[in-house]
């Protein structure tokens, strides 16, 4: 059995950790509301978390926002044949999310740490489409949910400098809310909203991080994250899927 220490070995300790997130990543969506349907783009996602961790339970309130003006290149979709077909999207895509896990075992004599818990994410995913160059003619689409989610931990600590860390969260109930769709011109479709349990609604997010210790209250990571769902409602349905690998920098300090 390791030494106390919810996340590593070396945290037996109580203490906040502050970190700053800006990297590369890709996002897409379909809805079947939404013509043309399927949109896929290049993404900047910019962020931050706060940690708060004891010797055996982790706490982790995380932000991370996505817009298309911080997009590589725009948003394309099935139909896009040429240069002026490119701007007939724009979106923001915003995620908030608390974690909590509990140191649970080691597994066997491999230094792997498992810690299990729960997530609270709320996710929304807005986006305005252009069709003829003009927005006075732009309608818009979207989904916000709000999902409750089982999730373990993995971690790997080597030489107190080096710290890997794998991460899932399956979500087993999500509150759904869909917009009209027009948020700009409107239109006959009315707001959906509902409960939607897993078997129905399907979504997962899966992260895989490193992090090296500078020194004793700075690190330097590489972080990469999933988050995929898939939500039926009555005749529509929306999916979203982000993928994202950002530079973190983590300011370890205590209070």
Known sequence: MRAAGQGFPSDTSHHFRLTALVGYGSIASYDNFGSPLPYSGVTVPIGGEIEYIT???????????ITS????????NQYSDNATDYNNASYAFADVRYRFTHYLTDLGSTG????????????????GYN?????????????FSSSLAVAADLTYERENIHFFTASVSLPIVAFVLRPAYGLTSGNNYELEEGFEPIGTMWS??????????????????LHFEELYYNYPMQLWRGVGAENDLTIAGTWRFNL
Request: hydrophobic share 40%; glycine share 12%; net charge negative.
């Open 55 to 65: 010797p055996n339970v982790r706490h982790l309130f995380s932000v991370v926002g």
């Open 131 to 143: 069709y003829e160059e003009d927005f006075n003619t732009e309608s818009g689409s979207g989904e």
């Open 204 to 221: 997962w997010r899966i992260g895989i991080d490193y992090d090296y210790q500078l020194s004793s209250v700075l690190l330097l990571g």
């Open 69 to 76: 003006v911080g997009n590589a290149t725009n948003l394309t």
């Open 112 to 127: 792997i740490h498992l810690s299990i818990g729960g997530e609270w994410d709320n996710v929304a995913f807005i986006r």
